[in-house]
């Protein structure tokens, strides 16, 4: 977990940037760059440009057309779902997902770390066993275990908020906390609740914050899961309204759709360029895990 | 303080994980009070015996073994180069970390969405538009997410895209944790770059290495979104995947029964493939 920034120390020690290494940065970095650049200009190009092979990547004829289209559908409410319901499904998912989970799997991965019980070892054996189960692999019997909440909010988020991920993640970072921390409130008589809340949480922030970003890019890209929940248009989650569009087989409005996509990725990308620190660093955590 | 966390991660991981056995014995209807029935091992037989659904089933398993075997080397290389180039000062190096990464917050959905117009067919497709050029007007436009033996490598091109910088964040924690010591004292000893590489560098990233390659195997097994979103599994099964013929089954055609002992099949994979290399990860840290 206590994995640092990069430390600009410790940068460049592979000898001096040559210019090879710079070209084949730049060559790398286009072909990496290209399809988002693709996607942001053919967003304002009309029809019969986003998709006619390299004049779609010069920008050309370029208008908010489309964007006005979906404003348009923003807040029309038609059988098809509004635009405003995408985007309300998919927040509310992501908080209910994001701010349940931050409380109950920090509890847990306390409890796990510090408390000490009958069955601790074997609870912790199972947590992670069901880190390595993948949700697809138990999608389908949890599928018919909650039909009965199809097309509900609640039903996009019950199986996310417990994770087994999440639980081992806040395990490891209070592990490795120094237990001098506790003991002066102990010895005060302070329980292991307000322990939690009083001297650990003000010392378990990067964990906080790159579970916060690792179960938000899951929950705001699920796609898998509320296909197999909804089928009312006005509770798709974002994904699925996209993904209705781009499963489409007849030849579909490129500009339209790439305007959708845009608006998909917005708040991950305003989200993304803030902290992108910290979103690397979250994921650079991964890697004390195995 | 755990019986939240603990409860909810057995009522909706390990609950599930053990109620597909049972549902994979058993006729189910979603939507409907029919009771269920019991056929015993019937859906896994049909895996086997059936000459049409053997044929998908065994054409899944080999999609998702040709996807692991490409996308898990293939990846794992791409991200450690990629984590070698931009460790490194500069601000174009701290720009070019920042795109490597940019795909890993694209959902699924949006990256299906984008390669879906690239890899368009006739000559309006931009992948098309490209090959035709630096090949002076001598290519064939072809139909990339249509064609028999050019689906599979398409797909797996997108996902690669989209998952490289997530590995390569990985390999820099790692390559952080070389000392620079290690590196000094080889340059001392007159090492050029690739035996620096080779004594250094690669050695310091096993453990990286090993986790890398298990969570992308993983992931391998899991492929969907993109399958289910731009090809259907087709052209003539030639994507489909085991998650998409356990999807396809279970809710395209309504039978659970048969999309749980796929999932049953999968769990089985992936619990021996993480045997396997826990055992490898355990003997290589000795």
Same mark, same amino acid.
């Given at each position: 977990?206590?994995?640092?920034?990069?430390?600009?120390?410790?940068?460049?020690?592979?000898?001096?940037?040559?210019?090879?290494?710079?070209?084949?940065?730049?060559?790398?970095?286009?072909?990496?760059?290209?399809?988002?650049?693709?996607?942001?200009?053919?967003?304002?190009?009309?029809?019969?440009?986003?998709?006619?092979?390299?004049?779609?990547?010069?920008?050309?004829?370029?208008?908010?057309?489309?964007?006005?289209?979906?404003?348009?559908?923003?807040?029309?409410?038609?059988?098809?779902?509004? +635009?405003?319901?995408?985007?309300?499904?998919?927040?509310?998912?992501?908080?209910?997902?994001?701010?349940?989970?931050?409380?109950?799997?920090?509890?847990?991965?306390?409890?796990?770390?510090?408390?000490?019980?009958?069955?601790?070892?074997?609870? +912790?054996?199972?947590?992670?066993?069901?880190?390595?189960?993948?949700?697809?692999?138990?999608?389908?019997?949890?599928?018919?275990?909650?039909?009965?909440?199809?097309?509900?909010?609640?039903?996009?988020?019950?199986?996310?908020?417990?994770?087994?991920?999440?639980?081992?993640?806040?395990?490891?970072?209070?592990?490795?906390?120094?237990?001098?921390?506790?003991?002066?409130?102990?010895?005060?008589?302070?329980?292991?609740?307000?322990?939690?809340?009083?001297?650990?949480?003000?010392?378990?922030?990067?964990?906080?914050?790159?579970?916060?970003?690792?179960?938000?890019?899951?929950?705001?890209?699920?796609?898998?899961?509320?296909?197999?929940?909804?089928?009312?248009?006005?509770?798709?989650?974002?994904?699925?309204?996209?993904?209705?569009?781009?499963?489409?087989?007849?030849?579909?409005?490129?500009?339209?759709?790439?305007?959708?996509?845009?608006?998909?990725?917005?708040?991950?990308?305003?989200?993304?360029?803030?902290?992108?620190?910290?979103?690397?660093?979250?994921?650079?955590?991964?890697?004390?895990?195995? | 303080?755990?019986?939240?966390?603990?409860?909810?991660?057995?009522?909706?991981?390990?609950?599930?994980?053990?109620?597909?056995?049972? =549902?994979?014995?058993?006729?189910?209807?979603?939507?409907?009070?029919?009771?269920?029935?019991?056929?015993?091992?019937?859906?896994?037989?049909?895996?086997?015996?059936?000459?049409?659904?053997?044929?998908?089933?065994?054409? $899944?398993?080999?999609?998702?073994?040709?996807?692991?075997?490409?996308?898990?080397? @293939?990846?794992?290389?791409?991200?450690?180069?990629?984590?070698?180039?931009?460790?490194?000062?500069?601000?174009?190096?701290?720009?070019?970390?920042?795109?490597?990464?940019?795909?890993?917050?694209?959902?699924?959905?949006?990256?299906?969405?984008?390669?879906?117009?690239?890899? @368009?067919?006739?000559?309006?497709?931009? =992948?098309?538009?490209?090959?035709?050029?630096?090949?002076?007007?001598?290519?064939?436009?072809?139909?990339?997410?249509?064609?028999?033996?050019?689906?599979?490598?398409?797909?797996?091109?997108?996902?690669?895209?989209?998952?490289?910088?997530?590995?390569?964040?990985?390999?820099?924690?790692?390559?952080?944790?070389?000392?620079? #010591?290690?590196?000094?004292?080889?340059?001392?000893?007159?090492?050029?770059?690739?035996?620096?590489?080779?004594?250094?560098?690669?050695?310091?990233?096993?453990?990286?290495?090993?986790?890398?390659?298990?969570?992308?195997?993983?992931? $391998?097994?899991?492929?969907?979104?993109?399958?289910?979103?731009?090809?259907?599994?087709?052209?003539?099964?030639? #994507? $489909? $995947?085991?998650?998409?013929?356990?999807?396809?089954?279970?809710?395209?055609?309504?039978?659970?029964?048969?999309?749980?002992?796929?999932?049953?099949?999968?769990?089985?994979?992936?619990?021996?493939?993480? =045997?396997?290399?826990?055992?490898?990860?355990?003997?290589?840290?000795?």
């Amino acid at each position: 977990m206590a994995i640092a920034a990069p430390s600009k120390k410790r940068r460049r020690k592979i000898g001096k940037t040559s210019w090879g290494t710079y070209a084949i940065l730049t060559v790398l970095m286009v072909l990496f760059l290209f399809p988002v650049y693709y996607l942001i200009v053919g967003s304002f190009e009309p029809v019969d440009q986003a998709l006619n092979g390299f004049h779609a990547a010069v920008p050309s004829h370029l208008s908010f057309a489309n964007y006005s289209t979906l404003n348009a559908a923003f807040f029309s409410n038609t059988i098809t779902g509004s +635009l405003k319901g995408f985007y309300t499904v998919s927040t509310l998912v992501s908080f209910i997902v994001v701010g349940g989970g931050l409380v109950v799997n920090s509890l847990a991965g306390y409890g796990l770390a510090r408390l000490q019980f009958r069955g601790r070892r074997q609870l +912790l054996l199972l947590v992670i066993v069901l880190v390595i189960i993948p949700f697809e692999a138990i999608a389908i019997p949890l599928y018919y275990m909650l039909s009965g909440l199809r097309n509900s909010l609640i039903v996009q988020a019950l199986p996310f908020i417990g994770s087994a991920f999440s639980i081992y993640l806040f395990y490891t970072f209070f592990l490795a906390l120094p237990p001098q921390l506790e003991e002066a409130a102990k010895i005060d008589g302070a329980g292991p609740w307000r322990t939690f809340v009083q001297i650990i949480l003000p010392n378990a922030k990067p964990a906080f914050a790159s579970v916060a970003i690792l179960s938000f890019i899951q929950i705001w890209s699920s796609y898998l899961w509320p296909l197999l929940t909804t089928s009312q248009p006005n509770y798709y989650p974002l994904s699925v309204a996209i993904g209705n569009l781009v499963k489409q087989q007849a030849s579909p409005n490129y500009g339209e759709m790439f305007a959708f996509g845009v608006l998909l990725v917005v708040p991950m990308a305003i989200f993304f360029i803030v902290f992108q620190r910290w979103f690397i660093r979250s994921v650079a955590s991964l890697a004390v895990k195995g | 303080m755990l019986v939240p966390g603990i409860g909810l991660i057995i009522a909706f991981m390990l609950v599930p994980f053990f109620f597909s056995i049972w =549902l994979s014995m058993h006729v189910v209807l979603v939507g409907s009070n029919i009771p269920a029935r019991s056929v015993g091992g019937m859906f896994y037989s049909h895996m086997f015996s059936d000459p049409i659904f053997r044929q998908i089933f065994f054409r $899944s398993l080999e999609n998702n073994a040709i996807f692991a075997a490409v996308v898990v080397p @293939a990846q794992t290389a791409i991200a450690m180069y990629l984590a070698i180039l931009v460790n490194r000062e500069g601000a174009f190096v701290k720009f070019c970390r920042t795109t490597f990464f940019l795909p890993v917050v694209f959902p699924m959905v949006l990256t299906s969405l984008i390669w879906r117009a690239i890899l @368009a067919p006739g000559p309006g497709g931009m =992948l098309n538009a490209f090959l035709k050029l630096i090949t002076f007007n001598h290519f064939t436009p072809q139909y990339w997410l249509g064609n028999v033996h050019l689906a599979l490598p398409s797909i797996i091109v997108l996902s690669i895209w989209q998952g490289a910088g997530f590995q390569m964040v990985i390999f820099l924690a790692g390559l952080q944790g070389i000392p620079s #010591t290690h590196y000094e004292a080889a340059q001392i000893d007159g090492a050029n770059k690739w035996q620096l590489f080779r004594d250094v560098t690669f050695p310091g990233l096993r453990n990286t290495t090993i986790f890398v390659v298990m969570v992308t195997t993983i992931f $391998s097994l899991r492929v969907f979104d993109q399958v289910y979103l731009l090809t259907s599994g087709g052209p003539l099964n030639a #994507t $489909s $995947s085991i998650m998409y013929l356990a999807v396809s089954q279970a809710y395209d055609q309504n039978n659970v029964g048969q999309g749980a002992a796929l999932s049953v099949v999968l769990c089985f994979i992936i619990l021996m493939l993480s =045997l396997v290399q826990r055992q490898v990860l355990r003997e290589r840290v000795d």
